[in-house]
């Protein structure tokens, strides 16, 4: 008799459509990155760039903490085969035992960091970001179930839920004067949000008791994943944790804003492109179909977007901050301009992790990340003391280094050529050309036009958006080549459905 049965759920009772879950995924991602910006649109005028610098130094110490937060619990639960309820309930213990030991290492280590870096508020952000951790163990396996029976509409509803909560407590208690302390309710509040509609919807379909009698599956997967997030995560926020002790906070959130600016792209874009890809290459794997010629696809497609949007936003970068953040920022342009360098070398091998996931060599991204990350922290800490350009143009030097590792890892694996990148990125290189070189002139034409930057900022827009079409028709860009097949289906559809 078996005493463990598989865990199931009602979403999970029928096999849901791949083109529904990708749309919701991407709908709620941008949703809440949407909500989000906005925002921080609002924050950035009611708080200065040394505020939010000392919430962002808080993050960056949360966010290595996090990296340990339920020891690979999660994902756990989306890969494996056989999903019992003890597995589950294992799951869940391990979350509990290792959010709650977070918790209270940063509970403890609070007021050492807020010496550390000279500022008496960096305590009490840590204690409120503690209370959120201990709310991993109630979210996180239930998202990880969630995500495992692909159902992603409710996973949007909670994502909207938790970032409209985010947003409206940070913005109105900032206005109330509270300062950074507003932005670690805002998040306090959008880990409130997601778990009370996971209990009022479906508290039934996830609720279990902790028992560890399964623990043994569980370690030596989240063992070897966690210590992969720790190396990336370090890396990641090292420059937060690094600029205050060199210059001040001003300058901490001042790269930050940069920083966030560039990021939308490949956090939002880039994750977009992640869930698609990993099961795209992992298919053409199993059936033995040329994974190279699929990579080398996938190259053309990211850098034919990423390449003129990161041109725009270099081109523009004083503008939208301007514009969108306020006069205070204007001093993140000139990093977001240089991060958009290193933004567009990232480009040329950001699917590269994906490939190597689906053909299963985790072991070869650890080893890159591992040379990586460190040299990031060391070129980081030797050009702190030169100014957040010299950080920035630290990041790019590492990005260089990381395509080159990573495509030598690639190259052991199908044989891929410098001479096959350059033939894939070709058409991109020129559609950048075609797009950003009308709006750089656009910009230097209006930058003393008008003292309002938002009528500059707008034909700059235009232009962009005008040179973009103009470039993907004349380079023949296979990102137009879809769009035009795309747009015949759409017509020849509501042909369709007119004539009936």
């Known amino acids: 008799m ?20 990708v749309l919701f995924s991407v709908a709620e991602r941008y949703s809440s990155s949407v909500i989000g910006f906005g925002a921080s649109m609002v924050i950035a005028r009611l708080l200065s760039p040394a505020e939010v610098g000392v919430f962002t130094v808080a993050t960056a110490v949360l966010a290595i903490v996090q990296s340990f937060r339920d020891l690979g619990a999660t994902q756990y639960i989306i890969q494996e085969r056989d999903l019992t309820r003890r597995r589950y309930a294992a799951a869940v213990a391990f979350t509990a035992i290792a959010s709650t030991v977070l918790a209270a290492l940063l509970v403890i280590g609070a007021r050492p960091v807020a010496t550390f870096y000279g500022h008496a508020g960096i305590a009490p952000l840590l204690y409120l970001l503690a209370l959120g951790l201990l709310l991993t163990p109630l979210i996180a396996p239930a998202s990880g179930l969630i995500q ?47 778990l009370g509609v996971l209990l009022a919807v479906r508290r039934r379909d996830f609720w279990t008791s902790p028992d560890l009698k399964e623990w043994r599956r569980i370690l030596p997967f989240g063992t070897h994943l966690t210590a992969a997030s720790l190396v990336i995560t370090l890396g990641m926020q090292a420059t937060h944790l690094i600029i205050p002790r060199f210059l001040d906070f001003t300058a901490v959130g001042l790269y930050g804003r940069a920083q966030g600016l560039v990021a939308l792209l490949s956090r939002d874009v880039g994750a977009s492109v992640y869930r698609v890809l990993v099961p795209a290459f992992a298919h053409a794997h199993r059936n033995s179909e040329d994974v190279r010629r699929l990579y080398l696809k996938s190259v053309t497609y990211m850098t034919g977007v990423a390449w003129p949007l990161y041109g725009f936003i270099g081109i523009a970068a004083h503008l939208i901050i301007e514009t969108l953040f306020g006069s205070a920022w204007i001093g993140a342009a000139p990093v977001a301009q240089v991060l958009c360098i290193a933004g567009g070398i990232s480009a040329t091998w950001f699917t590269s992790t994906q490939v190597i996931l689906a053909l299963g060599q985790v072991n070869r991204i650890l080893t890159v990340e591992v040379v990586v990350q460190p040299t990031r922290i060391l070129m980081t800490l030797i050009a702190a003391p030169h100014g957040l350009l010299a950080v920035a143009a630290a990041q790019i030097a590492t990005t260089m280094m990381g395509g080159v590792l990573f495509l030598t890892q690639l190259r052991a694996l199908f044989d891929l050529r410098v001479g096959d990148m350059i033939n894939a990125t070709r058409s991109s290189a020129a559609l950048a050309l075609f797009a950003c070189l009308p709006t750089f002139l656009m910009q230097r034409l209006t930058s003393d036009l008008t003292p309002h930057v938002s009528a500059p900022l707008l034909a700059v827009l235009l232009t962009f958006g005008a040179s973009s079409v103009a470039g993907l028709w004349i380079t023949k860009h296979p990102l137009g080549v879809d769009l035009m097949r795309g747009m015949r289906k759409l017509l020849t559809l509501s042909r369709r459905v007119s004539s009936r």
């Open 2 to 21: 078996n005493t463990d049965p598989r865990w199931t759920s009602p979403a999970s009772e029928s096999t849901p459509s791949i083109q529904r879950s």
């Open 148 to 194: 495992r029976s692909m159902d992603f509409p409710f996973l949007c509803w909670i994502g909207i839920a938790g970032a409209m909560a985010s947003a409206t407590v940070s913005v109105g208690l900032a206005w109330l004067g509270f300062s950074f302390l507003s932005l670690a309710w805002g998040s306090l509040a959008a880990g409130l949000a997601s």
